[in-house]
């Protein structure tokens, strides 16, 4: 049995997929989208809204200005709701966790560990799923 907590067993295989590869923009975001799909009841309306726009641009039915649009919409929300940036609830987290997705659409992710593993938390906060993340880490990366 394992002494370490959940999210640093996601965090070794989060290491240890850097080890072995460079993941593509395309899988952080298809990694992202299944994650979110877990906790997808708990999204607020303008979070599902940004999801539902994620799994558009994902299927090339949409284009950047549409994610931009949603980014901005859900960071608009955030911003009114949590001045300053705070994550102290769990529907800050979820709404944060859609932007992590579609940011990571617009731009290049700066550090897949770190990127990956502030998203997974941010889930986590939602509604923690470590088994099924750890599922979904190896079956896109692995």
Known sequence: ??????????????NAIEERMEPT???IAQFKLDVLSLVEPKLPSVAREGLVEGRRFAAGEVTQSV???ALAQCW????????GGALSTIEACAVRSVISLLHGFIS???DFVDSISFFLGLINRVEPH???EARLLEQHFG
């Open 1 to 14: 049995m394992s002494s370490l907590q959940p999210s640093q067993e996601l965090d070794l295989i989060l």
């Open 25 to 27: 923009r395309e899988q």
């Open 67 to 69: 994610i931009s649009d």
């Open 76 to 83: 608009a929300y955030a911003d009114e709701r949590w001045p």
């Open 108 to 110: 290049e992710e700066v």
């Open 130 to 132: 470590f088994s099924e």
